[in-house]
């Protein structure tokens, strides 16, 4: 969970605080790329995974994003295990998303959705050094993105 600083003029939110280069937020992680996404409303994006990179995602309180991950590493104690996250919806907080784990975002609100996101490689698109692999946006079953209601 992130804190979420507001007053009458709006808010701010700190991702992440920087020592020496390295983010401080979460630990251990060295932040080497910040990317920035917008996804349309209703739009899935799914699925991908990195053998060596981990994602740390950020999606703003006013947006509501479902992210779906799946263990997909073989020999895993949770190998196969599924989780829905919803990020944005008027909290703060950041996911990270280990190396092997499968992950997509569906935009569940009604403009277009921003995630803002921390990698610990830097993307390339060389077929040689690419970390970037994909599964079928249905590889969970289709029912994975639809949203929970209650």
Known sequence: ELRLHSDDSGSMTELARLSEG??????G????????SEIEPGV????????RQT?????????????VLIDVRQGS????????VTLGAGTSRL???PPGVAHGVRNL?????????????QFSSEPATCDEGRLPW????????????G
């Open 22 to 27: 390295r983010s401080q937020t979460p630990a």
């Open 29 to 36: 992680f060295t932040v080497q790329q910040v990317n920035y």
């Open 44 to 51: 899935i994006k799914a699925f991908h995974l990195h053998a």
């Open 55 to 67: 994602d740390v995602w950020y999606v703003p309180p006013g947006d509501r994003m479902l992210v």
């Open 77 to 84: 104690r949770t190998e196969g295990t599924r989780q829905r």
């Open 95 to 97: 996911l990270r998303i």
């Open 109 to 121: 609100g009604t403009a277009p959705g921003r995630v803002i996101y921390f990698t610990d490689l």
């Open 138 to 149: 249905d590889y969970a079953g289709a029912e994975v993105w639809e949203p929970s209601r």
